[in-house]
């Protein structure tokens, strides 16, 4: 059984920093892309950074970076978003999500974690 488990989320002032930690179970950890996705109430999920398997290349979306930062653990199965320099905009319900690198029909996602930023 998949399981991604989040912690971390809270509430920072403007400027202020956050970690996100996201735990997997159930996978074989360097077989999985590892992403955080961000949502706000009446928009779609969008990505923030993912990870790949085995390398722990990042990508990140435009609006964070030199902000934000992806790392995987792979002794612990755990991928972090370390998030800087926080904004306002930035609140938002966080989920982690797995996808396995070559059959993208494997897709899991965490339970959600809010952050919210306030000016």
């Known amino acids: 059984q998949v399981q991604l488990v989040e912690s971390g989320g809270g509430l920072v002032q403007s400027g202020g920093s956050l970690r996100l930690s996201c735990e997997a179970s159930?996978?074989?950890?360097?077989?999985?892309?590892m992403s955080w996705y961000r949502q706000v109430p009446g928009k779609e999920r969008e990505l923030v950074a993912r990870?790949?398997?085995?390398?722990?290349?990042?990508t990140y979306a435009d609006s964070v970076k030199g902000r934000f930062t992806i790392s995987r653990d792979y002794a612990n199965n755990t991928v972090h978003l370390q998030m800087n320099s926080l904004k306002p905009e930035d609140t938002a319900v966080y989920y982690c999500?797995?996808?396995?690198?070559?059959?993208?029909?494997?897709?899991?996602w965490g339970q959600g974690t809010q952050v919210t930023v306030s000016s």
């Open positions: 999500n797995a996808r396995e690198r070559i059959n993208y029909a494997m897709l899991y």
């Open positions: 159930g996978v074989t950890f360097n077989f999985y892309a």
């Open positions: 990870a790949t398997g085995s390398e722990g290349k990042a």
